[in-house]
Each structure stands twice: as C-alpha cells, then as structure tokens.
C-alpha cells in the first residue's frame, strides 16, 4: 500500500466469461489478504409464506459440503488461522474471509466448493434451523432490534424490504430441507458474484487464483434475479410501540425514505447528514438530546445506502420515562433542519472531516476491500476516490436545505420503539 | 514470514515520568495516538465503582484551553475519529488522524492530562448519560448474569466490580470525587503516551517534549489491590427472568498477564473455546467451530453458540464461557458437558499438533492487524498497561515454547470445579413482543 488512492492505474478489475468480475489491490507490506464479495441470491427472492428461505440457505452452505463434513470443513479452515463467512441481505449473499498470503488459493477453493456443492445434510439443517429460531427469539426480546423490526414493517408496508431477511419464527419453522436444496440449485451461480481482495499479493497473482477457482465455475441452473417492485412510500405519519416490560431502556426510531444511492441527492444528504446527527459527537442531535439534556446515551442518524428503497433514520436509547421527550427534541432538530439552510461553519466542518476521512479509509485491507465492492457495486468507476473530493466541494448549504425537505416530512414520519408500555 | 513487532520501534521516558512509545510505519498517510491512564476499576473504592469511566466522559467536556465542541472540532474536522475506553486496569483515549494532525491530538492530549473542568452542571448531565449507557446494557440478560458472576468471583478485589459503577454508586458521586480521582491519576508518572503511523520520530519527540515535559508530577495516591488468593469453593449465581434463551456464563481465575503460565493458559483457551484475537479495531477472529466446547455443545444441541474470554489483567484475572442455549435446552445438562470437556483437559496432555495450531492461528490473528495502524498503537499501551511491550513482540514466541505438560500443569492448577463460579440465567417465557 502506498499513500495514493486507490484507482483505474492501480485496481486490477476482470470480469470472467461465466459472470465473475474480480477487482485486486495491492498492499504488499501485508502478511494476510482479505477479502469480500457478494453474489445472487438475496432475500428478495422468499416466497411470501417462507421469509428467510434464502438466508437460511446460506447459513447451510457452512454446515459441510459433499466432500467435507461440518468438522473437517472447519478444521481446513481454523487450522489455518483463516476465516469464512457468508449471510443473505436484501437483494444478495455477501461473503468475506481473511487469511495467510499463502493460504489464498485453500480458502477461494473452499469458498467455491462450500457455494457449490453444500451437503445440506438432515442433522445440519435441524440445528441450524434451531440456531436460527433461537437468535429469532432472542431478537424479539431485543428493543433494538424490535423497534427496527417494527420500523420496516412500517416504512415499507407491502414490498418486500418490510420483512427481515432471518424470517420469522413461523416461516422459518415451516421450511424443509428439499426448498432450500431447490432453492440452491436455481439461484446460485457465478453470473454477477463480485470478489474484491486487497493484501499481500500482487493483482496479477489474485487473478490467476480466482482463474483456478471462482473464475472455472459454472452452473446452468442460475435463474435471472427477480426485479424489485415499486415502493410506494407512507402518506401519513405512522407512530407504533413494541411493548416489552422487562426492559430499562426504551429504543427509539425516526426516519423516512432515504433519496437513491445512487444520485447527487445521495451525497447532498450525506453530507447533511452528518450535520444531524454524525459529526463529533453524533452532530446536532447529539448535542441536543446527549449533551445538553442527557437524555441518551446513544443518539445518532443514519443514511441507508444500496440498490433498492433505504431510510435516513434517527437512533436513540433512551429511558422509558423520557421517550416523549426524546421525540420532541428529535422533531424540534428536524424541524430546523428542514426550515433554515446549515451554517456555513458545519458545511465546511463536514467537508473537512469528509475529505479528512478519504486516506484513513485505505488504512487496512479491509476497508480498501470494501471500497472495491462499492465501487462496482453502485457503478461509480474506479477512479471515484479521486473525484470524490471536488463532489464534496460543490456541496452547498442551500442544496442540503432543499433535499431535507424534500426528504424529511415532518408529517410523513415514521416513528417507532420499543420497551416499557407507554402509559 | 516472522512479523517483527520491534522494528521501528523507539522508547523514551520523560524527566517527569511520561513513558512514550512511538512506532514508525509508512503505509497509509495517519497516525494513530494513544494516551493510557494506570486509573480502572481496580483503583476504586467501595461506594464509589464507576469513577473512572465517569471522569472519562468529563473529559471531553471542556478544558481551560479548549471547550468540548472545540475537542469535538479538533478531531472530527480533519477526517480523524476519537474515542476512549475504561477498563478495569486502565483507561485509555486515543486519537486516529491524517499524520499532518499528529501535532493537534498531542496538543489535546497534553491539555486534557492537566485543566480539565468538571463543570458541575456538565457533571450533572453525564450523571444522566452514564446511567442511560448502564440502563442500555440492562437489558440485556447477558450483561445482568455477567454482572452476577463477576461480582462472586472475587471476595473483595475491585475487578469484582462493573466497569460502569452500580446504580446506586453513579446516584451518590459528587464532582469533587471525579475531580479528585482525575487530579490523582492523570499525571505524567502514571500515563503512556503511544504513537503509529506516519511520523518521523525525533520531530515527534520534540514536539512531545515540548507539549508535555512541562507539566510536572505530583503524589500519587495508588490504591492497589492486593491480589487474592484463589476460591476454594466454587460458587453459583442464580438468575430468572423473562426472555426466550437460557443463558449459561463459567467464570475461572487466570494468572496475570504477566505471569509465564499465562501464556500456556492461552492455549487452553484456543483449544477449549476457541482463539481470541488481540486486536480491538476489526481486524477480524477466527470462527471457533472445531473448539472442543463448539463441538461438544454445538455440535450436540446443547447450546446455540458458545465463546471464550481470556482477560488480560494486572492481577490475577478470570476466564470465562458464555453459552446461549436454546428456548427448550437445559442449561444444566450443557454444563455437564462443560464439565466433561474440562475434565479431559485436566487429566491428559495436549498433542504437540494441537499446540502447533493455537500458534498458527495466533500468527494469523496477529498478522491481519498488521495493517491497522489504529491497532499497533493500540497495543503498545495495552501491553505496557500490565507488562511491557515485549509482552506483545514475543507472544507467538512465548506460545511456541509451551509444551503439553505445562498446559496439562497449568489447567489442573486452575481449572477446577471448586475454583468456578457458574452462572444460571434461565428465562420465563412471556408473550411480550407483541
């Protein structure tokens, strides 16, 4: 790794005939590699009575494969010192691994046969279902987690981004082992997988791996992904509680949609965002809620980013007792976010810290990995780390007025928590 | 390829007792400052548990030089981020920020050491957030047993005690006990000050000098535990409560860090639960399905998940399992499998394989930190906290060294039944959620 950017002189990106697109950078003073990607399917792909098919497809992947039981696949993996993870979002399976330089090659190889060929064994598929319905269970004793449940269910009413991608304990519980071993055989392929790596290895050399093993892999069965239906954001306010008595402290969340990822309207309100509720000490509403109230000890605000609908949202925890008051903060905040343009000082602190932030983003492996994935992933090209910077500049306060109140409507809110019964 | 933790590496210590530790490495243009305090948990007195994470929070409220928006500004204008932690030994803030930076964070951190406020109104809003953070972990089952254990697996030492405080505690501190145990601890006689990244050294010292070779070192009042002796009967803590998983926590005394059996204790820990990574910043673990807990537990639905906590302390400190098991499972029936697994431990002698590949998977966990300058500051203080940095730059060296019959030793010595406190959290199912 050097102090430059990454960009199109220094990122390796191929796209293999089967649909695999690779993309490598360097950093040689490095021992390890890590590496990240995603592919078909997501969970956009569950039947409407069996949310949670293609994630818990995934989980299984891990269980063994034809060839390696679940002992001896992991012990080629731990034995080593590496490490192997997939799990399904919306719209696909995310993967990443790390390991020795000299490890690669093992670990694509296994990562290519665990997608491949699972075993998807009886005894697998009963504990994993059990894993699943246990964290399930946990997650509904979880304000957090509830409040963000009950927020999507909310926000995105009938598409498909109102369910989690877990499922629920009932679909979950009504899965059989043959729909996730047909579910495999239809969705997974190598049409469309990305693999970023970045680490101890020359670009060149990452090629030629993934040429002998990712890169040979095909399937015939792959079916096209499903399209994402239309989103038809809430007309009105919705305010929902999640009652759970147990709890000392309520979560809370505001938000509404979010503008597309891929827009200027995206980086406008990243910007924006920051002001809300990123910089420093969570921004704006940080200081309102946390330092001059001391209301919470966590509040901050949120820009989703990725293909389909996302939500720009407002976190807090808070106790029960001041939930009300936590709201009427959050809203005092919105409404002089979407009433007056940011001072020129918290534009130009932002764009500092943004423009600051660009170098310690390539400080490891890792974020440089993610980066990769990014930039295919959103189509930005390889040289955006470049041109990022004179976006962030053309950056006015008056446009971050216009776009939070094209996108905070105060009387379209969504508002959801979770904790005490509120009296 | 060996990783040489040493190289690069400079130490000096200032006329007034400031130990620093600066660390030259040229692969991203940042550096990353950690300043560490001998002030945890471990230095506090009963009816007083929390001090030091609340004087933590009060300092970055304001200083006579900076306010708190200025410190907020310092760091979050050029990119960097900042954050502090406390722990039971220590606490420690640090700085990751564009080098060109470097000057700005040791301008803080000098500061901070010495004029911070502790506004008594601001005192009165961080009361209000502390508990709020102590409230958010509440409800978490695992954070209540856990609390439970540790409070029985010392008699009198503070490690007994929350990092956070208790309730009742963080309801009865004044300012004036934060500002005292801040004038206390925070002083350069009892500070490391550590620095990664891209500096050049001597310019760095100077600078370092000139921040903080001024500030001069008074008394210090320690109040230092005397370690205890070990438990000689095990102990149970019982817990009921609504939720949909059980939950199961084991809890044995370690030796301090420093202690050579720590290190054959290391293995034990691979093996039993599963390897535990160094780093703090996302530099990734390693999954520990083929640990024999994994296996037995997992592997045989007794339990949903299971891990391992080997703490690294100043004194004698503990290790512990956690196991989730599943709404319909029996947590006594996963501890008998526990049992059974640490029996075998104490009655025969690892493999040298088995020993071979704890050390791999310790090599690898140490190698994917190497590129997180964040992560190799991080270290030099969090090693020199309770020994020294060699600690850290012969680790795997140290592991390498350990034969089966000091594993076979080291787990009689401190894994027996009557040296244990478990811990029963089992839930009452409710219909809440709904």
Redesign the interface.
């Known amino acids: 790794?050097?102090?430059a950017m990454p960009d199109s002189r220094s990122i390796l990106r191929e796209t293999w005939s089967n649909g695999t697109t690779l993309l490598a950078y360097p950093?040689l003073?490095?021992?390890?590699v890590?590496f990240t990607g995603y592919m078909q399917p997501g969970a956009i792909e569950d039947a409407e009575e069996f949310h949670g098919l293609a994630s818990f497809t995934t989980d299984m992947l891990m269980t063994g494969t034809k060839r390696l039981n679940?002992?001896r696949l992991?012990?080629k993996?731990?034995?080593?010192?590496?490490?192997l993870?997939l799990g399904t979002g919306h719209l696909s399976t995310t993967f990443f691994g790390?390991?020795?330089r000299e490890d690669l090659e093992t670990v694509w190889s296994l990562l290519v046969e665990v997608i491949q060929q699972p075993a998807f064994a009886e005894k697998q598929f009963k504990?994993v279902r059990?894993?699943i319905?246990?964290?399930i269970?946990?997650q509904?004793?979880?304000?957090a987690a509830?409040a963000s449940q009950a927020f999507n269910l909310a926000l995105y009413g009938s598409h498909p981004y109102a369910h989690p991608d877990i499922g629920y304990a009932q679909s979950v519980s009504g899965i059989r082992l043959e729909q996730l071993q047909f579910f495999h055989e239809t969705h997974y392929g190598p049409n469309g997988l990305v693999l970023a790596v970045c680490?101890g290895i020359e670009p060149e050399n990452a090629r030629e791996i993934c040429s002998r093993t990712i890169g040979v892999w095909q399937s015939n069965n792959q079916c096209s992904p499903k399209t994402l239906p239309p989103f038809t954001p809430p007309k009105n306010s919705i305010r929902s509680h999640?009652?759970?008595?147990?709890?000392?402290?309520s979560d809370l969340i505001m938000g509404v949609p979010a503008p597309k990822t891929i827009s200027r309207d995206y980086q406008v309100c990243t910007i924006g965002n920051s002001i809300l509720g990123r910089?420093?000490?969570m921004g704006r509403i940080g200081k309102a809620v946390?330092?001059?109230?001391?209301?919470?000890?966590?509040v901050s605000s949120h820009l989703g980013a990725g293909i389909g609908p996302t939500a720009w949202k407002i976190a807090a925890?808070?106790?029960p007792g001041n939930l009300e008051k936590a709201i009427t903060l959050l809203k005092q905040e919105l409404l002089r976010f979407t009433s007056e343009p940011v001072t020129q000082q918290e534009l130009q602190?932002v764009k500092?810290?943004?423009?600051?932030?660009?170098?310690?983003s390539?400080?490891?492996?890792?974020g440089i990995a993610s980066i990769l994935v990014s930039l295919e992933r959103y189509n930005y090209g390889l040289d955006h780390l470049r041109q990022l910077p004179a976006i962030i500049e053309s950056i006015t306060a008056d446009e971050i007025l216009a776009a939070a109140q094209r996108y905070w409507d105060l009387d379209k809110l969504v508002i959801t928590s979770a904790g005490k019964a509120i009296k | 390829?060996p990783?040489n933790l040493n190289h690069n590496l400079h130490q000096v210590q200032l006329n007034n007792g400031l130990r620093v530790m600066l660390k030259e490495i040229?692969?991203?243009?940042?550096t990353s400052t950690w300043i560490w305090y001998g002030s945890g948990a471990r230095n506090e007195l009963p009816g007083k548990t929390g001090l030091s994470h609340w004087v933590e929070h009060m300092q970055?409220k304001g200083t006579r030089k900076f306010t708190?928006?200025d410190i907020?500004?310092l760091?979050?204008?050029?990119?960097?981020?900042a954050n502090a932690f406390t722990s039971s030994d220590w606490t420690t803030y640090f700085e990751?920020?564009?080098s060109a930076?470097l000057h700005t964070t040791l301008e803080l951190e000098a500061d901070r050491m010495v004029s911070s406020l502790f506004d008594p109104v601001e005192v009165?809003?961080?009361?209000?957030?502390?508990?709020?953070?102590r409230?958010?972990s509440?409800?978490?089952p695992e954070f209540r047993l856990d609390e439970a254990v540790q409070l029985r697996s010392f008699l009198a030492h503070p490690y007994r005690n929350e990092v956070l405080g208790s309730k009742e505690d963080l309801l009865g501190i004044t300012r004036d006990d934060l500002y005292q145990h801040y004038r206390n601890y925070y002083q350069p006689a009892n500070a490391i000050l550590c620095i990664a990244g891209?500096i050049s050294p001597q310019a760095v010292l100077d600078d370092v000098e000139n921040l903080f070779g001024g500030i001069s070192s008074g008394p210090l009042t320690m109040s230092i535990p005397t370690p205890e002796k070990k438990l000689d009967t095990g102990d149970l803590v019982e817990m009921k409560?609504?939720?949909?998983?059980h939950y199961l926590e084991i809890s044995w005394r370690c030796p301090a860090a420093s202690d050579p059996d720590f290190f054959a204790y290391g293995i034990i820990e691979s093996l039993l639960s599963g390897?535990s990574s160094l780093n703090m910043f996302?530099?990734?673990?390693?999954?520990?399905?083929?640990s024999r807990l994994y296996?037995a537990l997992?592997?045989e639905?007794y339990a949903?998940?299971v891990f391992g906590d080997l703490s690294a302390n100043i004194d004698p400190g503990v290790y512990k399992v956690f196991a989730?098991i599943?709404?319909e499972g029996d947590p006594w029936a996963a501890l008998k499998v526990i049992d059974d697994q640490v029996h075998r431990i104490t009655s025969r002698e690892l493999s040298v394989t088995e020993i071979e590949?704890a050390i791999?998977?310790?090599?690898?966990?140490f190698?994917?930190s190497?590129?997180?300058?964040?992560n190799q500051a991080f270290w030099m203080g969090y090693a020199s906290s309770f020994a020294d940095y060699q600690w850290v730059a012969e680790y795997l060296t140290r592991l390498g060294s350990v034969t089966p019959s000091q594993v076979l030793r080291i787990a009689q010595k401190y894994l027996q039944a009557e040296q244990r406190v478990v811990g029963v959290y089992q839930a009452t199912r409710?219909q809440?959620?709904?």
């Not at chain 1, 946390?290 to 966590?298: D, F, I, S, T, V």
């Not at chain 2, 409560?241 to 998983?245: I, N, Q, T, Y």
């Open positions: 790794m050097n102090n950093n003073t490095s021992p390890a890590y679940f002992q992991h012990d993996i731990e034995s080593i010192g590496a490490s993870s790390q390991c020795l504990r059990n894993q319905l246990t964290g269970a946990i509904n004793q979880d304000t509830m680490g999640i009652a759970l008595e147990s709890k000392n402290q910089y420093g000490m946390r330092e001059k109230a001391g209301l919470a000890y966590e925890g808070v106790n602190d500092t810290q943004a423009l600051g932030r660009l170098p310690l390539i400080e490891t492996n890792a | 390829m990783i040229h692969t991203a243009p940042v970055f708190g928006e907020d500004n760091v979050s204008r050029v990119g960097g981020y990751t920020m564009p930076h009165e809003t961080e009361r209000t957030v502390i508990i709020s953070e409230e958010g509440e409800n978490y891209d409560g609504p939720g949909e998983a390897p996302g530099s990734g673990g390693i999954s520990n399905r083929t296996q997992v592997e639905d949903a998940s989730t599943q709404p590949r791999k998977q310790a090599r690898a966990l190698a994917y190497s590129d997180n300058i964040t409710t809440e959620g709904s």
